[in-house]
Structures are given as structure tokens and as C-alpha cells.
């Protein structure tokens, strides 16, 4: 086995897409995104017999939770884990040279015994926070329109032909001021709500990086000229993926219609899947996820479980992170 890190954007994401793309967030534009935002990364190919069996966008995080090396929705093999005992010897070597107190993994394979014992046999502990979705909802897209509205929660499939009574049109829009207008509603469902929102750079950085590569777009509702609701969606070759929302108390089924047309514009890109992302999981998401929950899984779908966040601990540093992350869970009614 050798690892080596990868410079080539067509050859990184040749490996991606031939294995499955299943979350954009191994994807050459998340790092993009991550050096934008001042991380330094690493993109690395894991290699048997001089054959890529595997990929992993390593991010080396300095933040006030810690320092650690964390690898987003990876690694990715085309094999499951094989060769992630190397990998992870690879990574220990570079946390104790460069004083990173952990690694950190949002592993992308299923939620069960066996994959757990995986993480177990090379000395993870679950981490006391996740990173980004470990619950996921999926939508199959290789079925027809009707098919597709015939599987939906009947509520959900009479809101979305109630919508075009109602006056819903809905926009898509890429563009500067696209980004504007979906930042003034994001801001005011995060102030009703009572979450904190992703940054301006963040969520700017995001849509810039992939839209680059034309796998992001911003879908507006309205109804008589004004904006009720946005939501930013990302794209690989495999899936659509809701990944940012925001929408303004209305008594019009906006937020039901722009789903519907994010789904279809998925289906015509030729994604197999919509990833409508995270939903509630007692004692891993804020308690307050029914209303947001019932609302995906309300368009059909199957639920999705991957193996919770896995720590490695380097130093006795981690535990300052762990206890630091307990507070952040709380503080986020989890």
C-alpha cells in the first residue's frame, strides 16, 4: 500500500464519481471550499499494487474546539474500508508531527455492528458531536413523476398541486445577487428559528466553489413578486443534495413546491438520488427536528444511518475538545 496526495482535479474526481459520488462533501469542490475558508487540506489517494482503491480529503482544522485532522463523509474505497488501517496510520504520523490532538472521520458506510467494530479494532471512540449528517433521507429518482408523487405523504402530494393554485412560481437563479436574496431570507429564518447560521463565507464560498463546476444552483418561491422561500442545492453525478434552506412563515405551500422542483431538476441533471440531508436521531440532533423531519420524509424516501462521527485520540488535548463539544450539544438542545 502507498498513499500520496492527489493535485489533479479530473483525476481525483474520475475515482469520486466512478465510486459512487455519494457525498459532495469528498468532492474536489469541498476543498476548494475548505482552502477558501483558511483550512489547509489534503487530498490523498490510497493505492494497493499501484492501483487508487481509495480517496480522502483530509481537513486540517485549527478552531477553538481544537486542532484535528478530519476527514468529511470519508474516506471513500471502492472496496468497503479496505486499506483504512493504513490510512489511519498514515494521518497518526502526520498528527503527532504537526501537533493535531485527534482524528477525526464522518465515515460514509452504513450504521451496523460490523462497520462499528471496524472503527472499534483501530481505537475510535464515538465523537460527542457530529460534523455533518449522520441520519440522512433519500429520495430513489429512478422511478417516474407519478410514481414519485404517488409515494409521498398525501398532505405533502395535495400541498404541491395546491401550490399552483395559490400562485407559486418558482426561480432558478445563479449569480451574486441570487446569493444576496437567499442571504436576507437565511438570516431571517435563523433569527426565528433561533439557530446558528453557517457564515456569510461559508455558505458564499459554497455556492461559489460549485457553481464553478455548474453543481449548484439557488431555487426561489414566490408568489405576486415576493420571495418566501430559497434553498441552495448541490449536485454530483449520483445525487442531489438539499444542503442549505430558508424560508418566511406564509400560509402559501411555497417551501413544498420548491422541494418538488429541486427533485425534478435532480431527476433531469440524471441523478439517481435526492439527499434531502440530516434528520433527527435522539441523542445526536437538537430535539427540536420533528417539524423539520416530518417535512422531508413527507415526499418518500427511505432513511439512510452511517456510523456515527469516529475520534482517535493523539494527546491528552482531545479532552478539552470532548468536554468543549458536550457544552456545544447542549447548547444545542441535542
Known sequence: ????????????????????????LQ?????????KLGNKILRLGIYNDKQLSGIALVIKIESKRGRFLFIPHGPIFKSE??????????????????????????????DNPSNRKVFEDLSFKTAPIYMHAERTWILDLNITEQELLNGMRKTTRYLIKRSDRDGVVIEERTGEKAFDDFWRIYKETANREKFIPYSLKYVKSEFEEFSKTNNALFLFGKVEGV??????????????????????????????????????????????????????????????????TLFKTGFGGRQIDYVPTQDLVISPKYYLTYLYEKYLAWKRRV
Not at 16 to 23: A, C, I, L, Q, R
Not at 82 to 110: C, H, M, W
Not at 265 to 275: M, Q, W
Request: aromatic residues 18%; charged residues 20%.
Open 81 to 110: 474500508n479496505s486499506n483504512l488501517d493504513g490510512l489511519v496510520s498514515y494521518l497518526i504520523k502526520i498528527a503527532k508531527q504537526e501537533n493535531f490532538s485527534f482524528i477525526r472521520t464522518a465515515p460514509i458506510v452504513e
Open 1 to 24: 500500500m502507498d498513499i500520496r496526495e492527489i493535485t489533479d482535479y479530473g483525476f481525483w474526481q474520475q475515482f469520486f464519481y466512478s465510486s459512487g459520488s455519494p457525498s459532495f
Open 27 to 35: 468532492s474536489w469542490e469541498w476543498g476548494e471550499v475548505q482552502e
Open 227 to 292: 420571495y418566501y422561500a430559497s434553498a441552495l442545492i448541490l449536485f454530483t453525478k449520483s445525487s442531489g443534495f438539499y444542503h442549505q434552506g430558508a424560508s418566511i412563515h406564509t400560509k402559501f405551500p411555497v417551501t413544498y413546491r420548491l422541494q418538488w422542483e429541486a427533485i425534478l431538476r435532480a431527476k433531469k441533471r440524471g441523478c439517481s438520488l435526492y439527499n434531502f440531508w440530516g434528520i433527527k436521531q435522539e441523542g445526536r440532533t437538537p430535539r427540536d427536528w420533528d417539524g423539520l
